[in-house]
């Protein structure tokens, strides 16, 4: 991987399709161009780690989020679920699918490490 790691903070899910899908469009691209990207999900987007949910997402005229979720998995980016956020929705912590973690504050900066790092945030 070369480049700035890129961090993209996603904190929408169902509610803004539009937004999750430019956040997984700015994420693969980032992947592809040999970046390391983490997707740090907070707020609703902590069930973007939960089976099916990727799938009922979707903007009209985009690829469907699943597509895009699945390249970006493949590319090797990680997607970091907010553990306040996962439990203040008593989500299940047993049903969280590969690829996807509870990682904090603490472990992402631990990713970023000392080196620069590119913000998008959606």
């Not at 008593?90 to 996807?100: N, Q, T, V």
Request: contains cysteine.
């Amino acid at each position: 991987m070369s480049g700035p790691k890129v961090v993209v903070n996603l904190a929408t899910g169902h509610e803004d399709a539009e937004r999750v899908t430019i956040a997984f469009l700015v994420a693969v691209a980032a992947l592809e161009q040999g970046r390391a990207v983490a997707m740090f999900a907070t707020k609703e987007a902590v069930r973007l780690g939960l089976p099916g949910y990727a799938s009922a997402i979707e903007a009209g005229g985009s690829p469907p989020v699943a597509t895009l979720f699945g390249q970006f998995l493949e590319h090797g980016g990680g997607l970091l679920l907010c553990p306040v956020c996962f439990n203040a929705r008593s989500l299940d912590e047993k049903a969280i699918i590969d690829g996807a973690r509870l990682a904090g504050a603490t472990p992402l900066w631990e990713w970023i490490g000392d080196q620069a790092a590119t913000v998008f945030s959606y």
